[in-house]
């Protein structure tokens, strides 16, 4: 530890004078280093860190990114605040009754890598669960693979609890992930934003959104809840949770019946369209109204408008796809874009999550070993039951799986049921209240890295900016030091600085002019991404052709009706936070203690049926557990959902204890959304939503 930071090109060296009474004095020299945001935002902002005296005084956004815009969001701001607080770990924690017990990190890591090396010694690797996520981002980050690729195998979550439905998705179709860049969002006529909601939690294409509104785009948002962005929009429809895949079939018989099609495009580069026809024939606007709460004539209208308005770009959040049908739903979207001659086009395609950058670097993880994997959403439950052999020593890394997993009283106890949990944090997380050992993390700040996010095609050489915190450690170095103890130090390249391993990563862009001297003090935008994909309209699917959505898929709602619970519960971020991190700042925000109950929100006119009072106390119970709450009436939410923002802590404010930990239909995905609930209070014994022919209040 100690090392020096990484000598930077400061890219403004200056020396500030202040007036004292009645002398001037010279502060101290400051200088700006260049790095991005390690949170795992859409933004993928680039930051220029002020750094004076050995420490970090302030974060702010490059002003001349094209992306950044010099603007960044509140949470970098916490995040700064944080890497300073008194509150972050410094020094490595040993669980010692029912306190801890402060340790060196020759004896955490001593610890550590003995009872890895034990349990494969008496139980075998599998018994060894690694559980990482992306609560901190870096290509240095990743290089925990390399190490367990060759200790292993062991057991490894699989898929993932945010978006790996659409990802599955847009593969089937196109054969890849690639998502237009938000420059091409001028071109488009009609912006047709489903499920997403970037004024809260992706900023930076807002500016871009605006540009195409400016220039006489039509703007409609799909979202069951009347977030930001929907207030900002020519039109707001809000369908019922879960139905999205029955309006997107619907919006493709309607385009189909009014004769809306795009033979050219569907002729030459589009496989499967019959069957898609007949799927989506199941489904008429008619039916669509039941399933969706959407009238028929208003999804018709859409339907017509946005193949009518082309080029059309519509832009996928991840809601829709948190649910059963996530993929079906995808694909559904995908197809109706390409029915309607919307793909390959600028100005048009199904925005989703772009993987151009990241999968340009030379993969560092070497030979991958034959791990087992457990689908994550269904950690909690399977975790408890696996056996031959069951798993004795857990690892978390940049995550938080007490409180990020669905079904949280399961998923609890399957982190309880591990013999010695390790956990790798900057603070006491829920997650780490459940270990035996905590090691304390370095910031984004102490070292260097490359970043790259999955909405532009950007990538950034983060400088380090000042010294490591005396007790804090990178995940690398914490890898390396277990890699040395279990005799793979040079299997791993544990001898290897942060900078040899960026330049391997960054090799495959050397014919491009990039790599980390050439990226020094600037982001760039990876110069063969494209900024219409699929333009030449080969795609990488095995056909070369793109593949539609068939049969075998069902638009209903995904929980059967079921009286008891007729709400739906929807748990997307606040702009305040990521996932969970920075919670604290929403409960303030929304009025409540940090460490109370968190807000639900209910539609108004629900409310009002139910008198439910504005910051009246209530239960949220689904069929997993119960969660007490204050009321918060929202005008425009759909009448059957309730929203409670993701990232509480257990046991206070985390929702989770109502989710399921179901899968989605492809990519093993986490099927949060299907989560029925119902309210209870003692004076609101049979809350439910209003149904057709009710009195309006
Ligand atoms: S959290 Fe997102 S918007 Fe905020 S600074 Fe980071 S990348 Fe930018």
């Known amino acids: 530890m100690g090392r020096a930071p990484t000598p930077t090109r400061p890219l403004v060296e200056r020396n500030r004078r202040s007036h004292d009474g009645g002398r001037c004095r010279v502060r101290e020299s400051t200088r700006l280093v260049h790095t991005a945001c390690p949170m795992n935002c859409w933004d993928g902002c680039a930051w220029l860190v ?3 005296g050995g420490q970090v005084r302030a974060v702010s956004g490059v002003p001349d990114h094209e992306i950044t815009r010099g603007f960044l969001c509140p949470k970098a701001q916490y995040y700064l605040e944080r890497h300073r607080s008194p509150r972050r770990l410094r020094t490595p924690l040993r669980r010692s009754g029912s306190g801890w017990r402060e340790i060196s990190w020759d004896a955490a890591l001593d610890e550590l890598a003995g009872r890895i090396g034990k349990a494969r010694q008496e139980t075998g690797s599998e018994s060894i669960l690694s559980y990482t996520d992306a609560g901190s981002l870096g290509l240095l980050k990743g290089l925990d693979r390399r190490f367990w690729n060759l200790f292993g195998p062991i057991t490894v979550p699989a898929g993932s609890l945010c978006w790996s439905a659409g990802l599955a998705a847009q593969e089937a179709d196109f054969g890849a992930n690639l998502a237009h860049d938000p420059t091409d969002h001028a071109n488009s006529r009609f912006l047709l934003i489903w499920g997403r909601n970037p004024l809260d939690t992706n900023v930076h294409l807002w500016p871009f959104v605006q540009k195409a509104q400016e220039g006489g785009a039509r703007v409609v948002v799909i979202d069951p809840v009347a977030t930001r962005t929907a207030a900002q929009a020519d039109l707001h429809l809000a369908p019922r949770p879960g139905s999205d895949l029955a309006l997107a079939l619907a919006m493709g018989q309607a385009v189909i019946e009014a ?15 019959e069957d898609y026809r007949r799927l989506c024939d199941g489904y008429p606007p008619e039916r669509a109204e039941a399933l969706t709460g959407l009238r028929a004539t208003v999804i018709r209208e859409l339907a017509q408008e946005y193949a009518r308005r082309a080029p059309a770009a519509i832009l996928l959040g991840y809601g829709l796809q948190r649910h059963p049908a996530g993929g ?8 109706l874009a390409a029915i309607t001659g919307n793909i390959g086009v600028p100005g048009g395609g199904v925005a989703y999550a772009t993987g151009f950058v990241t999968s340009s670097f030379a993969d560092l993880g070497g030979r991958p070993a034959p791990h087992r994997g457990v689908p994550r959403a269904k950690l909690g439950p399977m975790l408890r039951e696996l056996d031959d ?9 940049r995550a938080n799986p007490a409180a990020q997993l669905p079904r949280t009283a399961a998923a609890m106890e399957a982190l309880l049921s591990i013999d010695f949990l390790a956990v790798v944090d900057f603070e006491l997380t829920d997650t780490a209240e459940l270990a035996d050992l905590v090691l304390p993390a370095s910031t984004s700040f102490e070292g260097e890295d490359v970043y790259a996010c999955a909405w532009h095609n950007y990538l950034t050489y983060g400088e380090q900016a000042v010294e490591p915190a005396p007790g804090c450690r990178s995940d690398l170095e914490i890898y390396a030091g277990l890699a040395d103890r279990l005799g793979l130090g040079d299997g791993f390249g544990s001898r290897r600085s942060p900078r040899d391993w960026i330049e391997e990563a960054l090799r495959p862009l050397a014919a491009w002019g990039l790599g980390p001297d050439s990226l020094r003090g600037r982001s760039a935008r990876h110069p063969a991404a494209p900024l219409v994909p699929w333009q030449d309209g080969r795609f990488l699917t095995a056909s070369g052709k793109m593949e539609l959505i068939g049969p075998g898929y069902s638009p209903l709602p995904d929980c059967p009706a079921d009286t008891r619970f007729p709400f739906r519960l929807i748990t997307p971020q ?3 936070s990521i996932h969970s991190q920075f919670y604290d700042r929403v409960q303030t925000a929304l009025g409540q203690q940090p460490e109370g109950a968190p807000v639900v929100l209910v539609n108004d006119r629900v409310a009002r049926q139910l008198a439910l009072r504005p910051g009246a106390g209530i239960s949220v119970v689904s069929p997993w557990g119960r969660l007490a709450c204050r009321i918060k009436p929202m005008r425009g939410l759909n009448p059957e959902a309730l929203v409670i923002y993701s990232g509480g802590r257990v046991g206070q404010s985390c929702a989770n204890i109502l989710t399921p930990d179901r899968l989605t239909d492809i990519g093993l995905g986490a099927a949060y959304y299907d989560c029925p609930c119902r309210l209870e209070a003692e004076d609101v014994a049979a809350a439910r939503p209003p149904l057709p022919g009710d009195a309006t209040p």
């Open 328 to 335: 079906a739903t995808v694909r559904a979207i995908d197809a």
């Open 389 to 397: 052999p069951r798993i004795s020593v857990g690892i978390v890394a």
């Open 574 to 576: 606040h702009r305040l």
């Open 50 to 52: 002020e750094v004076a």
């Open 259 to 273: 004769g809306m099609v795009s033979e050219d495009f569907l002729g030459a580069r589009v496989r499967g369209f």
